[in-house]
DNA sequence: GCGATCAGCT
DNA sequence: CACAGCTGATCGC
């Protein structure tokens, strides 16, 4: 969570992703992206006076922000102070000071941050200095270097201040399966599962938040099958996630949510309250969207992990690593970088003192901050009305080396380990060299791991231990149902036979699914094909019950 | 009645 | 397994 105040001693007229107490004072506000925790004030009656009494006051954000935002009422008197700004585009602001009739100009260019739809960075050029404020992010190890516009002249930008996500600043977190991965891994568990009868459904238990949408585009792209939603009106102008949603019950894949869903899903009900038209039960699966790290390095990665019959962990993070934190900011090497998240159990100097290991260190001479040159050229620039009011298509000159990774600066690191030297994730850093001349330290050797009280190792003993009694009295809860969920019968079957009728009566088996599961228990009817090596799936004996809905 | 804050629970 | 956000209780206005 976001504990960033929401402004930046360099441009400290500007709000960002705050929008409380001081915040109201400010000359431009900047939203990174469409969750809560960064949204602070943003509909407060207080703002909203504020924005009637001034011409001038915008909120920036990125267009997909601007359309999720404004598709929600609460938000809707934004709609006339809001300039969405393209992404990867440098772009003028006038920041005015309306009482004393000064102006300053900056220039600000969002950067893709990987988070959630629509989330960006923000770089600021300007009498402050080059800043960046990361909002949220997750960039894998060395994306940074394809971020155009983090370079200049074939070089990275004096950066001097970022403003990072550091949610996972910690060694604990070293590093988390990648994007691909865990992915690969939810389409294989899906996919083993789907395809074995038109009654194999599987609940995407997603929390209420923008950010897994590449997931459901992803599965539906894969098998055909959308994904069942509560709403869909903040993607009605994103074509390429609406295609893949729907708000049509009757699919195999649901990431519906209903405030009462874990009893609906410990009675075998989707939280729709779906069933099939011909009252055959639904065979239903729960994937759980988590964050799983891993404190060393391991050659495998399970990136999903059955929790109890019918429930699986998926790995899933919309931050990075801490890997991929360090990454990202040594190929920065602002001088000096503020956290915007104190990580669980972490005090904020702890943070600051990781950090610092990985900025530009004050090496002897070597000139270490160089000011700021002439700003080049931008495409576009907004008045304080917010509107475009000039083009300049050509920013081509600016970047012509664009497939040639930028240099980075020549500071503090010494050969053998050249700074233009890409590291892999898995490189080993630790063992190639003598400590630079500015020691960093290093926390691949860090003991700590949370891998002990996981068990994520196959147990087939444990885990056919799954129809222990329910805790309280579930008798209650019949699978048929109740009846006040249910309106109209679906058009089940027919909604199959168009897309697939054969094969899967065979596999309708009358026995309860057995998931993954390796024991010979004898009734065990759903295993991953042979790809179940790539998938790294894992079984985890259940702790509670075997029905927890997590 | 509304908003802010916090505990509790995913 | 730790992110993001909901619900409900409490308090102040």
């Known amino acids: 969570m976001s504990s960033f105040g929401g402004r930046m001693a360099e441009y400290p007229s500007l709000s960002i992703d705050r929008f409380d107490r001081d915040n109201l004072l ?37 267009p997909v922000t601007k359309e999720i935002l404004l598709t929600s009422s609460k938000y809707k008197f934004w709609e006339n102070y809001i300039a969405a700004i393209e992404v990867e585009t440098p772009t003028q602001i006038s920041l005015v000071d309306e009482a004393a009739g000064k102006k300053e100009d900056i220039l600000v260019t969002l950067l893709p941050a990987g988070h959630c739809p629509g989330s ?116 009605k102008n994103m074509p390429e996630i609406l295609h893949h949603v729907t708000m049509d019950r009757m699919t195999q894949i649901h990431a519906c949510r209903h405030p009462k869903e874990d009893y609906f899903v410990r009675a075998n009900r989707l939280p729709c309250g779906n069933i ?66 104190l990580p ?69 690191v010494p050969p053998p380990s050249p700074p233009t030297d890409r590291r892999e994730p898995d490189d080993e850093v630790l063992v190639n060299s003598e400590p630079p001349a500015c020691f960093i330290p290093e926390f691949h050797d860090c003991e700590e791991s949370n891998e002990e009280d996981e068990e994520e190792e196959i147990d087939g003993a444990n885990a056919e231990e799954t129809s222990a009694p329910r805790a309280s009295g579930g008798a209650g809860q ?18 199959f036979q168009r897309e697939r009728d054969e094969d899967w009566e065979r596999e309708m088996a009358p026995h309860s699914p057995k998931l993954f599961s390796d024991s010979e228990d004898g009734d065990s009817t759903h295993s991953i094909p042979s790809s179940s090596q790539s998938t790294h799936i894992s079984e985890r004996a259940s702790q509670g019950s075997g029905l927890e809905t997590e």
Request: aromatic residues 12%; hydrophobic residues 35%.
């Open 26 to 62: 400010a000359k431009a506000f900047f939203l990174s992206h469409c969750h809560k925790d960064h949204m602070k004030g943003l509909k407060a009656p207080a703002l909203q006076r504020r924005l009637e009494c001034s011409l001038k006051l915008r909120l920036y954000c990125s």
């Open 120 to 235: 960006v960075m923000f770089l600021f050029e300007g009498m402050g200095g080059t800043v960046l404020y990361t909002g949220d992010f997750r960039l894998a190890s060395g994306e940074a270097a394809r971020l155009e516009w983090l370079h200049s002249g074939g070089r990275v930008k004096d950066i001097s201040t970022v403003y990072l996500d550091t949610t996972f600043c910690d060694p604990r977190f070293y590093q988390i399966p990648s994007r691909e991965e865990c992915l690969n891994g939810i389409m294989q568990l899906v996919g083993s599962w789907v395809t074995l009868s038109p009654y194999h459904v599987v609940w995407l238990n997603c929390k209420a938040a923008y950010g897994y949408e590449y997931l459901f585009t992803n599965l539906s792209e894969e098998f055909g099958i959308q994904v069942h939603l509560n709403k869909l009106d903040m993607f």
């Open 276 to 341: 099939a038209a011909d009252g055959t039960p639904l065979r239903i699966i729960s994937i759980k969207p988590s964050t799983m790290w891993f404190a060393e390095r391991i050659k495998r990665a399970n990136v999903i992990v059955r929790t109890s019959e019918s429930c699986y962990r998926a790995c899933f993070s919309f931050h990075s690593s801490f890997t991929e934190i360090k990454d990202f900011l040594s190929y920065i090497q602002p001088v000096t970088v503020h956290a915007n998240v």
């Open 344 to 412: 669980m159990g972490k005090t904020y100097e702890e943070v600051k003192e990781i950090l610092k290991s990985f900025c530009r260190k004050d090496c002897g001479d070597e000139a270490v901050y160089k000011p700021l040159g002439k700003l080049k050229r931008w495409r576009q620039s907004f008045s304080n009305e917010g509107v475009p009011s000039s083009t300049d298509g050509d920013i081509d000159g600016l970047f012509d080396d664009y497939h040639v990774i930028p240099v980075k600066r020549a500071l503090c």
């Open 478 to 495: 019949r699978a048929g149902g109740t009846a006040s969920e249910e309106t109209i019968a679906p058009s089940w079957h027919s909604f």
